[in-house]
């Protein structure tokens, strides 16, 4: 079992439509949550990152942390043409720096 | 803020050849860096780790005589790939974590260099 899981997609959803991200993880020691958005041959661009459980706004992006249930969530509301990208968690433990790595999933938002 | 600068965007050379790519941290201190490799539609892999000053921390199956890297200052880390072969090609990204701070900090990346070996 990988340390983080990612429905890789792809997922196709019209302009406007709210989209629901999702990653596990199978390590309570995780405490720091994030989620990055990478365009095609670009790096990837922080988005949101969170500590322990909790929910978290910035704009049109919520993310949230169950700890309980080792499950996080990035919501995109009024979603545009522009958020098509791959959206990646990532999460580590505090103990060293080392990040651990979702698969991405693949997001088309069609206009 | 966090902007990292990385260099060349684009590589493409002959077989043999020794390629360099230099990382910067250009709005903050970076004590750590680090290296990473991703294939098409594949997530991305960890190479190695940078601290300033010290050697460099390599992943299991990493050459670190194939992968030279260098982290001379506290906003500068570079990687070298040695006599680069077809199979080097790949992107190529690198990203670091503010000095302040726990080691939950987040890391913030560079574009990724695209190498291509012929």
């Known amino acids: 079992q990988k340390e983080v899981e990612q429905d890789p997609g792809p997922l196709s959803v019209p302009e406007g439509a709210i989209v629901s991200l999702n990653c596990t993880y199978s390590n309570s020691a995780f405490q720091y949550f994030m989620w990055y958005r990478q365009y095609s041959r670009k790096g990837p661009e922080l988005l949101m990152y969170?500590?322990s459980s909790g929910n978290k706004e910035d704009g049109r992006f919520t993310a949230q942390v169950d700890k309980s249930s080792k499950y996080i969530s990035l919501f995109i509301r009024d979603s545009q043409p522009s958020d098509s990208a791959t959206y990646l968690c990532a999460t580590n433990a505090g103990n060293n720096r080392k990040l651990i790595w979702g698969l991405g999933t693949s997001l088309a938002v069609n206009p | 803020g966090a902007v990292v600068s990385q260099h060349p965007s684009r590589v493409i050379c002959k077989s043999g050849t020794s390629v360099k790519i230099e990382c910067r941290s250009l709005?903050?201190?970076?004590?750590?860096m680090f290296w990473y490799r991703q294939f098409p539609k594949q997530s991305l892999m960890l190479m190695a780790t940078?601290?300033?000053?010290?050697?460099?921390?390599?992943e299991q199956g990493v050459e670190k005589d194939k992968f030279l890297i260098n982290h001379a200052s506290l906003t500068l880390s570079t990687l070298t790939v040695t006599s680069a072969h077809p199979e080097d090609s790949s992107f190529y990204i690198c990203s670091a974590a503010l000095k302040s701070g726990g080691a939950g900090q987040p890391q913030h990346f560079g574009d990724g260099t695209r190498l291509s070996i012929l």
């Open positions: 940078s601290n300033e000053g010290s050697k460099a921390t390599y």
């Open positions: 709005d903050f201190q970076a004590t750590t």
């Open positions: 969170t500590y």
